[in-house]
């Protein structure tokens, strides 16, 4: 069975994701973020891939598995449920969500990979969702909190 592992960076700074991926043994981090942009520092896209690079690790955006506004929306609400179906309904299920899926299993199936987004708590997140769709291809979830 392959580990996928997750990680919301709620909480963290950069010194710290790093050494958390480091120590699960994580080689790529996977940013499932729509938008790859933070107020905090070193967590929007090119400072985060320029840091991850430094300490040797991996960076892959997958965009197209990013939440919708509506899904973001309902998170930042607390409407787990809500969230998941939005999630489910505007990406997962549809044909460019499925080849999104397939890339990104096929990169965590290459090199032990790890989702990124921002809330600290899996539940809230859509890297449950996504992390549930690819434990039934086969993947074994570790969530990480650094």
């Known amino acids: 069975m392959k580990t996928l592992f997750t990680i919301g960076y709620e909480g963290l ?15 790529t981090l996977a940013d499932i973020r729509a938008v790859a942009n933070s107020r905090k520092r070193g967590f929007s896209k090119t400072a985060l891939r320029l840091g991850l690079e430094a300490a040797g690790l991996g960076y892959a955006h997958a965009r197209a598995l990013g939440t919708p506004k509506a899904g973001r929306q309902a998170a930042r609400a607390h409407d787990s449920s809500l969230m998941r179906r939005i999630y489910c309904e505007e990406v997962l299920d549809t044909a460019d969500g499925g080849l999104a899926l397939d890339e990104l299993c096929a990169l965590a199936a290459r090199a032990p990979t790890c989702l990124l987004c921002f809330e600290r708590e899996p539940e809230l997140c859509h890297r449950r969702v996504l992390a549930e769709r690819m434990e039934a291809r086969g993947f074994h979830t570790v969530d990480l909190f650094g």
């Open 13 to 27: 700074d950069p010194e710290h994701l790093h050494v958390a991926l480091k120590d699960a043994g994580v080689a």
